[in-house]
């Protein structure tokens, strides 16, 4: 179950280029030749997915909206199905300095409309991702201190501190034209091209000029089908071939050991395959600890007691891993030694009888949760009510409640995390750091928790490249946290869930992602 993580590994005394650009810059056979084309013209590729994006704009981070772009746009380098670093757009790459990355630009690339891929615009996209007011990559990309080139297709991209992340940060950055603002028409240098683009599907054809890899499909259809039930209709009656988006309750079926849970559903069309496979998602109850309950570490401790991880399994019919810490098995700073706390709902109960003793009286929390998850609500409230915790339950919407965990208004609220990196900073950054309006630190700690040895750890964990010593750093900071400050309770790692006809070839990624020149 354990994926392969991002380990950016740099030798300080020699600065020598690494990963797969030694066998580019030694004259081995570039991995990116053509293979042949799998399917015949007339074969269509449909992939079904249950959100539309509001926007194809390269500079956004959401999945939503990068789930639509995988196969148009591309950056200097990508990840694989298990997030190694590969090379894209950037032939070679390495460290001048621990301060300075020099990467040179692949030669004879295209873009769709015929014009050649050139530095200005690496330089364009890049500073566009790192300034545009719509930008979702600006915080992740604030220690690149200055973009230069070195020559016509040379770069050098520094940093205001040894950056160990700098390569995935590149991959999260598409690269567009220098100068193109129209981003609902998008143009990339992706292996497909689009030719159409409404509301609810984009229709993309294969780049004839393409520099790597030929895609099997000549052809590629996206719909957004909002609807469960019409997902699933789509799916059976073969209008899509690929779902992103199976609801669990109609996976379940298809393992024996999940089927008998209430509520599973089956799936008619005999000819579909389900794959479940492990995500970059914890999902997680947090602690507001302003509040005058919460802020006392024997009821923290006690509610996390409570709450038992197998009934989160249940919910979510069998597709989920119990969670003992903020990030998942896979992700590069989990600590193996964090055992987690047993559910022990006696021994809960003695907690909060130490707190209150003999002046016992019944205390009120609010619990904001996402509200297309109410069974979490109410199995929350009911096993808090055993402890003599009244639970308001309040459902929001996403964004209500990522506004209201940014606001630092929240007595305790569920949140879903996905290391988008493979690496455990970014949760760390964005939902433990204490609050720092100069450098965006902890924009998402609705916990307003602060803890400066722990602030202390993620710092130096950010600059440096000793790998090994940067990964106790990310695992000391993830003990403390769990164990012992006690900053939530971890409920469960994700499964991604993917449903296809029998005669496709797919092979998922541990960020979720769906690229249709990987289908075949």
């Known amino acids: ?46 992939i079904g997915y249950a959100y539309a994006p509001n926007d194809y704009d390269p500079v956004l981070f959401d999945p939503v909206s990068r789930s639509r772009m995988t196969d148009v746009y591309e950056s200097l380098v990508r990840t694989d199905e298990n997030l190694n670093i590969k090379p894209a757009l950037a032939s070679t790459w390495g460290l001048i300095d621990p301060y300075t990355w020099e990467f040179v630009i692949r030669k004879n690339v295209k873009f769709h409309d015929g014009t050649t891929l050139t530095v200005n615009d690496v330089v364009y996209s890049l500073n566009r991702a790192m300034k545009d007011q719509k930008s979702q990559l600006k915080s992740l990309l604030s220690t690149i201190s200055a973009i230069e080139t070195s020559d016509e297709m040379t770069i050098r991209i520094k940093t205001s501190v040894p950056d160990p992340l700098l390569l995935s940060k590149m991959a999260a950055v598409y690269i567009s034209q220098d100068g193109y603002a129209n981003f609902n028409e ?25 520099w790597g890899e030929t895609p099997a499909f000549k052809s590629v259809i996206v719909k957004m089908i909002a609807d469960r039930e019409e997902r699933i209709q789509a799916l059976e009656s073969g209008e899509v071939n690929f779902l992103a988006n199976l609801p669990p309750n109609y996976a379940c079926s298809f393992f024996e050991e999940f089927k008998d ?14 794959k479940a496979t492990p995500g970059l998602e914890v999902s997680f109850i947090a602690f507001n600890f302003n509040n005058e309950l919460l802020k006392e570490k024997k009821y923290r401790v006690a509610i996390k ?14 597709f989920a891993i119990p969670a003992r810490q903020f990030v998942s098995s896979g992700v590069f700073g989990f600590n193996p030694d964090i055992m987690g706390e047993v559910y022990d709902i006696d021994e809960a109960k003695k907690l909060v009888d130490e707190v209150v003793g003999e002046s016992f009286s019944r205390i009120a929390v609010t619990f904001d ?33 990522a506004k209201k965990i940014m606001a630092g208004d929240s007595d305790m609220y569920y949140m879903g995390w996905r290391s988008e990196l493979g690496d455990a900073s970014d949760f760390l950054l964005a939902g433990v750091h204490s609050v720092d309006a100069n450098s965006g630190y902890g924009s998402f700690n609705g916990m ?42 971890p409920l469960f790692e994700s499964e991604v869930l993917y449903a296809y006809t029998d005669d496709l070839n797919f092979k998922s990624r541990v960020d979720g992602y769906v690229y249709a020149s990987n289908i075949k």
Do not use: H, W
Request: aromatic share 8%.
């Open 261 to 274: 849970i209430s509520g599973c559903k089956s799936l008619k069309n005999k000819n579909i395959v389900v």
């Open 448 to 489: 307003n928790y602060n803890n400066l040895n722990v602030d202390e750890l993620i710092g130096e964990s950010q600059k440096n490249l000793d790998t090994q010593a940067r990964l106790e750093q990310l695992q000391e900071a993830m003990r403390i946290i769990t164990e012992d400050d006690v900053v939530g309770v």
């Open 369 to 401: 949760y996402p509200d297309s998850l109410p069974p979490v609500g109410l199995y929350v409230q009911g096993q808090l009510r055993d402890l003599g915790i009244d639970v308001d339950l309040n459902p929001l919407s996403d964004a209500e409640l």
């Open 186 to 210: 998008p143009v990339g240098t992706g292996p497909y091209k689009v030719m159409g683009l409404t509301t609810d599907e984009m229709f993309m054809e294969r780049f004839g000029d393409y």
């Open 305 to 318: 007691k409570a709450l038992d991880p197998e009934v989160f399994k249940k919910i979510a019919f069998g």
């Open 1 to 46: 179950m354990l994926v392969s993580v991002i380990l950016v590994t740099a030798a300080l005394g020699v600065y020598l280029f690494f990963g797969e650009s030694l066998l580019y810059r030694f004259g081995y056979q570039d991995p990116t030749a053509l293979r042949n084309v799998a399917r015949p013209d007339t074969e269509i590729l449909t």
